[in-house]
């Protein structure tokens, strides 16, 4: 992820690195899934082949050969020409109509992505260039018509990463969408705090509690259940000038205090007490 703290200008280089990456690896990833999915393919055909499609051995075994040849030409090297190998197939597959398809969905799909991914490849690298230049107020898409066009670009290069379009978009000044107006805020920051029997209020608030009449005192709440800091109940006191910084605990008041508490606790809620008091 990009750190939020950076320079305008170093975002920018941090998206467009990002970009180039997304460029370079999204191909080699399809050609990899087509891989995967054509080893599935075979399996099916060898399974048709023995059961309900004898009469379809011939269009099988030619489909089954120009995927072969594709993929050897790729492992070659020749992406090009595999490419336009693909294009072919994909031809031939959309010729045969779905009442004669020989292909799974998920092949078709894999065959799809490969040329797909292949064609986005420039189209990434013009908006990491766009990044690279992104600091300098000329370079920017000023009337409404460079807006779109560049935003147009943006969204066909599916890029498949919500928080790098976002960074992207506010490099480049383009209107955020919708789904990416929200604040990059974590949920779990916001969390509540609950307090237990075995808490001490340093266990609480990260540091030690520098007063010392507080400094043995456990958060003990006996019977009642555990509840986010800052809830009050009943007969309970908020403690909001404790030099430590525990404003919010909860620590009972001395009026409460059970007979059965242990003689040393008893005295630390009673000083507490006084100290409230006075």
């Known amino acids: 992820p990009i750190a939020s703290n950076l320079p305008v200008h170093q975002k920018s280089a941090k998206a467009a690195e990002k970009v180039r990456s997304i460029a370079a690896e999204k191909p080699m990833q399809a050609w990899k899934t087509l891989q995967d999915e ?18 379809k051995q011939e269009a099988i075994s030619k489909m089954q050969a120009d995927i072969e040849g594709l993929l050897m030409v790729k492992s070659s090297g020749d992406v090009p020409r595999a490419l336009t190998m693909a294009a072919d197939v994909q031809r031939a597959t959309d010729a045969m109509g779905s009442c004669d398809d020989i292909l799974s969905t998920t ?36 009337t409404s018509e460079e807006k ?8 066909e290069c599916a890029l498949g990463d919500t928080k790098l379009e976002r960074r992207i978009r506010q490099a480049l000044l383009l209107p955020l969408p919708v789904g990416l107006e929200k604040p990059l805020v974590s949920k779990e920051f916001f969390a509540p705090v609950y307090v237990t029997g075995s808490k001490k209020l340093s266990d609480i608030f990260g540091a030690p509690v520098k007063d010392s009449g507080l400094r043995s005192l456990p958060v003990t709440l006996g019977s009642v259940p555990s509840r986010p800091v800052g809830s009050v109940p009943v007969g309970s006191k908020r403690i909001s000038s404790v030099r430590s910084g525990s404003s919010g605990a909860l620590v009972k008041s001395a009026n409460s205090i059970r007979s059965d508490m242990p003689m040393e606790m008893t005295a630390d809620i ?9």
């Not at 064609?119 to 992104?134: N, V, Y």
């Open 38 to 55: 054509f080893a599935t393919q075979r399996l099916v055909w060898e399974s048709l082949l023995r059961t309900r499609a004898k009469g």
């Open 148 to 155: 779109n066009e560049l935003e147009a670009l943006l969204v």
């Open 270 to 278: 009673a000083a507490l007490k006084l100290k409230t008091m006075a």
């Open 107 to 142: 092949m078709k799909s894999a065959l799809q992505d490969v040329i797909k991914q292949d064609g986005l490849f420039e189209k990434r690298q013009q908006i990491a260039e766009r990044l690279d230049t992104a600091s300098v107020p000329a370079t920017l898409p000023r």
